[in-house]
């Protein structure tokens, strides 16, 4: 067994790789090592590993039902008659509620890193490849949407779509695109007269192929570093969102929505408001530090140290 | 914003003098970005679902008096002449009536703006006091246990959630302590006592000579002005730091060494000379978004500003409201932008 491990490491470790599979596998391989060295990356994915399953097994793993109200055990502090953190004004068991809560946040960061991301990679590629007008064009709405402030910007697409989750995560996606629209176009003006790009034009591949088949896979690691520092952010504006009662609706136990609900009764009873926070400060805290180390893995030049 | 793209508007006017055919470029982009907002702004009122003829003239009003009024607000024209009509009141300073304190919005503004400003002012000055220095030090000294606080202060403010850490603030300053005042600007006692001069209740109070008012302001302030601060010296000491390495590790530093000049006079008269306009650039940005992140503080401190009005009208589905608001912040922020943006151009000879 020993030996089997000590052959894969080394085949991994190759400096001369026989396939192209070894290659990538290889390339994989050492940037998990480079990552691995990082020990605050390792913390935060190992937070972000324990909320994840946290969230997955959220039934199995909480104590009471957490939308059970229950007037008679109001406001009970932590510890007391098995609610591990307490309950909130309503009787409901604080523990239970921000397990639930795990999945909205996930939920909603998995949304906007998918659209955003995707919003500015197309603007971004296509301004940098058909340039002239186009790109002048598209680059101004770009510059338009940089220019705003994102949170007040938010409120007001939700105030024109309604309030809830899916409205929450357009008004962010909505705000958050531009910084990844600007980064695909810097990528795809360094490739758009690189010698690999005429090839495949002299073979005969339309614009679409190679905007989408060419271009883009090449963008694609610069806007993983940046959507994984994002994410963060991306947490605090849909939980900042839910505390001003935009976001998620009650009784949904989204964490923001959750310190609104505790705010009233934070000089008596801290831990209602107390808790979620914890629980946001945790995820975003964990997502800086994993998008800190991504970077100093994928994107050497920019590191920190 | 230093545009590749810029020089392409400037080619179209071939034979003006390059330091007008720039100042031109940048109005333009200036007036093109704030077309941009009012737009996004006018979209945004025209997909509400709140019907704005019924919200003028409320549910109880009959066919005739509705088809008036829709016609006076000007909703029976094309959508761009209503652009146009839009764009226009807007620069006259005209963003209709709020439905909440029936009062032109523009006064509502002018009347809670400054307020705003007194927070995010202080806030950026607790920033650049103590950011900035932190920011050279833990250059200076790279790796030591200085650096990694001033790394570890970034770290928590780019984590925490505002509103939250100033529910804590409130709940150990005011409520477990008592060192600060609570929620609001002032005390009950001293509301209206001071006329306003300049809105601004801690530099009205030091001018009329009204201390035990700037005393209790100040215990208000202070609080949600160092929250804020904080999080600007989180973002100030960050990119201090890098600005100063960067100086640092360039060979003027050396030579200056070489020379036998002061450690001191090597960081301060030499390095840190050097990062001025840049670090200018940022403290405008870090104030922009201090306007912006006040929306969040207010609500937690009562504090009577712009994100607390926006934020108020928007519960109480008053739009004209929320639009002028987000215009007023939006063209601000804009405007620091540009003008940081400009203020680099001029300064460093670099980017010319």
């Not at chain 2, 609570?182 to 801690?202: A, D, K, S």
Request: hydrophobic residues 50%; charged residues 15%; glycine residues 10%.
């Amino acid at each position: 067994m020993t030996t089997n491990t000590h052959g894969l490491r080394d085949w991994l470790l190759s400096d001369e790789p026989t396939s192209r599979r070894q290659a990538s596998l290889s390339a994989w391989y050492k940037g998990w090592l480079t990552f691995r060295s990082n020990t605050l990356a390792m913390l935060g994915l190992g937070v972000l590993v324990v909320l994840i399953l946290a969230a997955i097994f959220a039934p199995l793993l909480a104590s009471h039902d957490p939308f059970a109200q229950d007037l008679g055990a109001r406001l009970l502090a932590p510890g007391v008659d098995g609610h591990l953190f307490g309950t909130d004004s309503l009787g409901r068991d604080i523990y239970s509620r921000i397990l639930y809560g795990a999945r909205i946040s996930i939920y909603i960061v998995l949304l906007v890193a998918m659209v955003a991301p995707l919003v500015g990679l197309i603007v971004g590629t296509v301004a940098g490849y058909a340039g002239g007008w186009v790109d002048v064009l598209l680059m101004r709405i770009t510059d338009i949407f940089l220019a705003f402030p994102r949170l007040i910007l938010a409120l007001a697409f939700v105030a024109a779509l309604g309030a809830g989750i899916e409205n929450a995560v357009l008004a962010i996606s909505l705000t958050a695109w531009p910084p990844y629209a600007r980064i695909a176009r810097a990528e795809t003006l360094t490739m758009r007269n690189s010698d690999f790009i005429h090839a495949i034009r002299l073979q005969g591949a339309g614009h679409t192929r190679i905007v989408t088949r060419h271009i883009w896979p090449l963008c694609i690691s610069s806007l993983v570093i940046r959507v994984t520092l994002d994410m963060a952010g991306i947490i605090l504006t849909a939980a900042g969102l839910g505390f001003l009662g935009l976001g998620a609706q009650p009784p949904s136990p989204e964490w923001g929505a959750m310190i609104s609900e505790g705010r009233k009764y934070i000089l008596d009873y801290w831990w209602v408001a107390t808790i979620p926070g914890l629980a946001i400060f945790a995820i975003s805290l964990a997502f800086n530090l994993l998008g800190d180390g991504l970077r100093d893995v994928l994107d050497p030049k920019e590191g920190t140290s | 914003m230093a545009d590749s793209y810029a020089s392409d508007e400037g080619r179209q006017l071939p034979s003006l003098p390059p330091w007008l055919r720039k100042t031109l470029a940048t109005l333009a982009t200036v007036a093109a970005t704030i077309l941009g907002l009012l737009f996004v702004t006018f979209m945004i009122g025209r997909v509400m679902p709140i019907d704005p003829v019924l919200a003028v003239i409320g549910e109880r009003a009959t066919q005739a008096q509705y088809d008036e009024t829709f016609r006076e607000l000007g909703l029976d024209k094309p959508l761009l002449v209503q652009f146009g009509i839009y764009v226009n009141d807007v620069i006259h300073g005209d963003f209709g009536t709020s439905i909440r304190t029936g009062q032109q919005v523009s006064s509502d503004i002018a009347r809670v703006f400054p307020a705003t400003l007194e927070l995010a002012t202080l806030g950026t000055l607790i920033g650049v006091i103590l950011g900035v220095p932190l920011g050279v030090v833990a250059a200076v000294r790279r790796g030591s246990w200085i650096d990694q606080i001033a790394r570890f202060v970034g770290l928590i403010g780019y984590s925490m959630p505002i509103f939250w850490l100033g529910l804590v603030g409130l709940l150990v300053f005011y409520g477990m302590l008592g060192w600060v005042a609570g929620p609001g600007r002032v005390g009950i006692f001293y509301q209206g006592v001071v006329e306003p001069i300049t809105g601004m209740l801690l530099v009205d109070s030091a001018l009329r000579g009204e201390w035990a008012v700037f005393r209790d302001a100040f215990s208000h302030i202070i609080l949600p002005a160092s929250l804020l601060g904080y999080y600007s010296l989180a973002y100030i000491s960050r990119m201090t730091r890098s600005f100063m390495l960067e100086q640092l590790g360039a060979e003027y530093v050396t030579t200056a060494r070489v020379k036998g000049l002061s450690e001191w006079n090597v960081i301060w008269g030499h390095a840190f000379r050097n990062i001025r306009i840049q670090l200018i650039t940022v403290i405008a940005l870090a104030y922009a978004n201090l306007l912006e992140g006040s929306v969040l503080t207010e609500i937690i401190f009562a504090w009577p500003g712009i994100g607390q009005y926006i934020t108020t009208s928007l519960l109480a589905n008053d739009m004209n409201s929320v639009l002028g608001g987000t215009i007023v912040i939006g063209t601000i922020f804009v405007g620091i932008n540009i003008f940081s943006d400009l203020l680099y151009r001029f300064f460093d000879p670099r980017a010319k």
